[in-house]
């Protein structure tokens, strides 16, 4: 029987999820995980031994190696064979973000739907929202409720700020594949392609009802670039029913 994978410790969530070549058009993706991705940043950018960047990971030096090994091999071949390389997924665990202001307590049994937020609209575009609402429900009833600064911007940190939140899912307009990815990571659930009143989306989706567009997301600037943008059809998409 083998032994259980332990989970990795993350420091920093990746801010940018894919990589692509300019002169060819992408078939063929590489995964990286963000276990890999992290090894990367400790070891490469931050200029760390294996032993610190193991300690900072929560694991051994012969796992850092083996880690980093394969994070290695999977640049060279997106960038000798001009593949896509998509950083998601992993057995990961994330290092709490510092939140600066007063987040209401969150109840063992009590579901936390964050949506974007902007004058008791949903906010279009997920990488530019100024603020979440947050909610939470018990029995599909609303039983609370907070508007909190986004604290940042770009979808990295606005996962790692939901996450610290407690945030059990997201309703959000207009979204990019590496937010997805990085909510994903976060474990938060994402309802894309939803426009109109705050509340009522959110009151929606505590009665389990929310018309909502899996497939939702920002995608205009083709596939060398996964940020939200600033048009405004990128949260019209047609609702699909749960």
């Known amino acids: 029987m083998s032994r259980p994978t332990r989970c990795r410790k993350i420091e920093r969530i990746p801010s940018y999820r894919s990589f692509s070549p300019d002169d060819v058009v992408v078939s063929d993706s590489i995964r990286m995980t963000v276990d890999e991705y992290e090894t990367l940043r400790l070891l490469d950018d ?22 980093y090994d394969s994070a290695r091999k ?33 109840g063992k049994s009590t579901m936390r739907i964050a949506v974007t937020y902007e004058n008791g609209e949903i906010f279009q575009h997920f990488g530019h929202t100024e603020q979440f609402k947050l909610y939470d429900v018990q029995d599909e009833k609303i039983i609370s409720e907070q ?24 309703i959000c307009g207009g979204i990019g594949m590496g937010a997805q990815m990085a909510l994903a990571d976060a474990g938060i659930k994402l309802y894309a392609g939803v426009q109109g009143s705050a509340d009522e989306a959110a009151k929606a989706l505590a009665e389990g009802t929310l018309e909502y567009d899996p497939d939702a997301h920002c995608d205009h600037h083709g596939h060398h670039h996964d940020g939200e943008c600033g048009h405004d059809h990128c949260g019209g998409h047609n609702c699909a029913g749960n």
Do not use: Y
């Open 46 to 67: 931050e200029g760390l031994t294996q032993e610190a960047c193991a300690d900072r990971m929560n694991v051994s030096r012969t796992t850092v190696t083996a880690i």
């Open 74 to 106: 999977k640049i060279a071949e997106a960038l000798v064979h001009g593949k896509r390389l998509l950083i998601t997924g992993g057995c990961c665990e994330f290092a709490p973000v510092e939140i600066d202001q007063h987040i209401m307590k969150k």
């Open 147 to 170: 508007i909190v600064d986004a604290s940042g911007s770009g979808h990295g940190a606005l996962a790692g700020f939901l996450h610290a939140s407690e945030a059990d899912a997201l």
